[in-house]
């Protein structure tokens, strides 16, 4: 397998709604972002790969062969990747392996979502209806028509959990949302930067036990790119490569309730293990300078921490009260505000973290650079509970 | 557009989405009116549909007594003697075409929550309770959509019974779970 290298990046603002562009002119902006900090023009581009999650939020089936034509890329070879809300970090495996494969030099992997056309009228709110389009993606038989949303899903494996290690605790939860949101106040793509106390997380209204409205994860819409190119042609072009040093990936039972335990998200254990033993990295807690986490929910986020290893089963809450994962901290975990700062635009959330690790290493973080950052984490989720997760691991030469 | 078209326009998406027409009213009558400069973004009603008739396959069993018997049944592997409620045609473990087995309705709740906030097709309904339930005889979990005024009653480990609705239509929603004891 061939090296493979980040040779330019570009994302749109996450916001609540585009309403000036549509998602392939959403695309088109990032993809143009990502050209210019190559120094490539579309002519250059090998294939794409595109992350794109749930057709009812784009209003059209096959989203991707539009943004590929949009992109003057037509004639050219393009995949679309769809899982759920780990489509970003897959759409990237699947562009890693491309290149890595030697079937192409020079890879575009571009995430982009629109999902507050959705809307209802009756409400005046797009929210029931975004969660209505997202509750296809349930079993359809056995679980859709229970009335399940997403959150309410992580919610069953959060209370699992807390049920058996006594976290994540509410006030452990409020400060990984303080924490995100104003990390969030340093990112200016962010959809949600805002100074938050715990009382003011705490007293926000209950969504889904046991989360509360700060808890959640936004809705958003935006687009962000990478481009991906071999170790030849990325030390051609780039003055500073991002390696993509280990990927790892894996898929839990999609019905939650076949598998062995619902307190921990295996698909998530078995990603970052895989990811880790590919970049050679031992101990994840030293090793790494900063980790780009799905935080969907903030109960979630510290899971994660215990799925990533960062520490022992059932100490993830401990992560968060001792401020290691804060900025300035041992391990800062989703310094870009994250899904809860920073926004979920599904298809292109995974590619955003990607791009806030790339930058951080690249010393272009501004404010929220991490001093002499070497080597990152990026970790997309997605599905019925976790169904799939895919682990990057990201490094700077040198 | 002159007043004689809005109430042409109103008529027309009503009609094909449904939407109440005060809804319509509410939302674009600054678009229809004209207000709006022409470079600005505009936006108009949709919808996406498809009608089915889709079958369940080796699972009709099941659905048929719970419409027909108010039975639940399980789908057990002749091999490992796993109990799969939903059923299963094949064992996901010993690919074994599996065999049916009555269950009681009886069960244990394993994790739950209660929603405040859901899809606009249950939204009336909050607060309600999802939760996964163990049905005895089984070994993996169902999901299930509870009915309880006291959504505070409800704990992992509480167990759970099975309850018909009066009118059954061949889906899984033709029962709820109750607490007992």
């Known amino acids: ?398 | 557009m002159n007043e004689q078209e809005r109430e042409k326009w109103y008529a027309f998406e009503h009609q094909k989405y449904g939407i109440p027409i005060e809804y319509l009213k509410r939302e674009f009558e600054k678009e229809l009116s004209g207000q709006v400069p022409m470079d600005q973004p505009l936006e108009i009603p949709d919808k996406m549909e498809v009608i089915y008739k889709y079958s369940y396959g080796q699972q009709s069993r099941f659905f048929r007594e719970l419409r027909e018997n108010k039975k639940i049944y399980g789908a057990k592997c002749p091999q490992c003697s796993k109990v799969y409620c939903p059923p299963r045609a094949h064992c996901s473990l010993c690919y074994q075409p599996t065999e049916w087995v009555p269950l009681t309705g009886t069960g244990v709740i394993k994790t739950f929550t209660v929603q405040y906030i859901s899809t606009s097709a249950f939204i009336k309904k909050v607060p309600f309770v999802c939760a996964y339930v163990q049905l005895d005889g089984t070994d993996f979990l169902l999901m299930a959509n509870m009915e309880v005024e006291d959504v505070a009653r409800i704990r992992v480990g509480t167990k759970v019974k099975a309850v018909f609705r009066e009118e059954r239509q061949g889906t899984i929603t033709d029962f709820y779970f109750e607490p007992y004891e």
């Open chain 1, 1 to 398: 397998m061939r090296k493979v290298g980040i040779v330019g990046m570009g994302t749109t603002k996450f916001k609540a709604r585009w309403v000036d562009k549509t998602y392939y002119e959403l695309a088109f902006d990032a993809a143009r972002m990502a050209m210019e900090d190559a120094g490539l023009s579309r002519l250059d581009i090998d294939c794409a790969v595109y992350g794109i999650y749930n057709d009812l939020f784009q209003r059209q089936y096959q989203p991707d062969a539009f943004v590929h034509d949009y992109l003057g890329l037509g004639l050219k070879p393009m995949v679309r990747v769809n899982s759920g809300g780990a489509t970003g970090g897959a759409a990237l495996r699947i562009g890693y392996a491309e290149v890595a494969s030697g079937l192409y030099d020079i890879c575009l992997v571009l995430g982009v979502e629109k999902c507050a056309d959705c809307y209802n009228y009756e409400f005046q709110s797009a929210t029931p209806e975004v969660l209505r389009a997202i509750l296809y993606t349930a079993d359809m038989t056995y679980d859709n028509p229970a009335g399940r949303t997403a959150a309410s899903g992580f919610a069953l494996a959060v209370i699992a959990h807390r049920e058996k290690y006594g976290n994540p605790t509410d006030e452990q939860m409020a400060k990984v949302s303080v924490k995100n949101h104003f990390n969030a106040t340093k990112n200016p793509i962010a959809q949600s930067p805002k100074v938050l106390t715990v009382e003011e997380v705490l007293n926000s209204k209950k969504i889904v036990e046991p989360f509360r409205f700060y808890d959640n994860c936004l809705y958003t819409e935006g687009s962000s790119a990478v481009i991906l190119a071999s170790e030849e042609v990325a030390r051609k072009i780039s003055p500073k490569p991002v390696w993509i040093t280990g990927v790892g990936a894996s898929t839990d039972y999609v019905i939650p309730g076949n598998r062995p335990n619902i307190h921990t998200f295996e698909s998530s254990r078995l990603a970052a293990q895989k990811a880790y033993g590919m970049a050679g990295l031992t101990h994840p807690l030293e090793d790494l300078d900063l980790a780009e986490l799905h935080d969907a929910f903030t109960g979630t986020e510290i899971m994660a921490y215990e799925d990533c290893f960062f520490c022992e089963e059932g100490q993830g809450g401990r992560l968060i009260d001792e401020g290691v994962v804060m900025a300035g901290g041992k391990l800062p975990v989703n310094l870009s505000g994250g899904l809860i700062g920073c926004g979920h635009a599904v298809g292109a959330t995974g590619i955003m973290q990607t791009y806030e690790v790339a930058l951080q290493l690249r010393g272009e973080a501004g404010e929220r650079q991490v001093e002499n950052a070497r080597r990152g984490l990026v970790q997309s989720i997605g599905g019925t509970l976790c169904t799939w997760t895919v682990c990057l691991v990201l490094e700077r030469e040198g």
